[in-house]
């Protein structure tokens, strides 16, 4: 197995927001393991998306990961209210690979790091790509204030962090 720092598990709505913000190709390009679960798969509801998502899955960059124990995953749903069955198998899916979880979701985020799972977000991912200059700074803080428009519930003052903490680089 990889170790712990280079298995990324996605959920939803990371990968929504990086298809929306079209940051996938680049994304995938990271030099981790990209896994997720059926169950955040079944949740793709735009043909686009699902169409995009399917061509990563095809080439192995995104490795659906269908292992997970039913009963692991029901444990945590029934012990963590206000999850989905989906954060629950992306849940149980970082805890058995010891990865890091990628997620934007305030109630898994705030499970996550109840456990001492290491949680990240798509401003975290959109850091990296800075840093590994998959991205110029520009295009980061292009996304950065396109990223508002496409999800209502982001953390504006993070993001102008981010913003202000790039122009100073």
Do not use: H
Not at 102 to 129: H, P, Y
Request: net charge negative; aromatic share 8%; charged share 30%.
């Amino acid at each position: 197995m990889l170790g712990k720092s280079k298995i990324l598990i996605n959920d939803s709505c990371v990968l929504f927001d990086l298809a929306d913000l079209n940051l996938l190709n680049d994304f995938f390009l990271l030099e981790y393991s990209f896994y997720t679960t059926p169950q955040v798969i079944s949740e793709i509801r735009d043909e686009v998306q699902l169409v995009e998502m399917g061509k990563f899955i095809d080439n192995s960059s995104l490795i659906v990961d269908s292992n997970g124990d039913f009963e692991s995953i029901q444990l945590i749903y029934d012990k963590y209210a206000g999850l989905s069955y989906a954060d629950s198998s992306v849940l149980e899916l970082a805890i058995r690979l010891e990865g890091i979880l990628l997620s934007s979701d305030k109630a898994l985020r705030n499970i996550s790091k109840r456990i001492n799972l290491d949680v990240r977000g798509v401003l975290w991912v959109i850091k990296e790509l800075v840093i590994k200059r998959m991205i110029s700074k520009e295009t980061a803080e292009m996304k950065l204030k396109e990223y508002p428009k496409i999800n209502i519930r982001v953390p504006l003052n993070e993001i102008k962090k981010l913003i202000n903490d790039l122009q100073k680089e």
